[in-house]
């Protein structure tokens, strides 16, 4: 029996990609969140590794800032900086109808707290707001929340196959200990 060649698809901080059968979305996190958008009906699928949690409530000056711009090696990415605009980036380049958003579901993983200061309380950390906020902007968007992996200590690497749909995300541990 051949083997079917699968093509990785990492994506990296403020990146959104869309992949679709014979491709796997990827991206390694830390306090940073990594939001999946599946569609199975349609076979797509979305991986978001965001920065931050909410943009400055000014709009965004470019459409290709949204909707998605294509590199020279033919890779639609879009604006993944900030979770709120990454769900719009999602949205736009899956072309996801108003009427559909239902049949989507999304998984969100990393928001960790990769340093713990002792003057800050862990709910002001970055990962901590952004996982929070990455929570409410989905419940907001009117979408279905598959499941999470979110805060802690630990970085997180999600993986989406975009053959069966299924998505993993697993713990990297800390080196050196704990904090």
Request: aromatic share 4%; glycine share 12%.
């Amino acid at each position: 029996m051949d083997k079917v060649e699968v093509s990785e698809l990492h994506v990296r901080i403020g990146q959104v990609k869309i992949g679709s059968p014979g491709q796997v979305l990827t991206a390694i996190l830390g306090s940073c969140v990594g939001i999946g958008f599946f569609f199975p009906q349609r076979q797509i699928y979305g991986l978001a590794h965001c920065l931050l949690s909410q943009s400055s409530s000014q709009p965004v000056a470019s459409s290709a800032a949204q909707t998605g711009r294509t590199r020279e090696d033919g890779q639609l990415v879009g604006n993944g900086r900030h979770v709120d605009k990454a769900i719009e980036s999602l949205l736009k380049m899956m072309d996801i109808q108003d009427e559909e958003r239902r049949q989507l579901r999304v998984v969100l993983a990393g928001g960790a707290n990769m340093s713990m200061p002792f003057d800050t309380p862990p709910s002001q950390l970055v990962g901590s707001v952004n996982a929070k906020f990455a929570r409410q902007a989905i419940r907001s968007a009117g979408l279905r929340l598959l499941g999470d992996d979110l805060g802690g200590l630990n970085g997180r690497r999600i993986s989406i196959n975009c053959d069966s749909g299924e998505y993993d995300i697993q713990q990297i541990p800390r080196l050196g200990g704990t904090v």
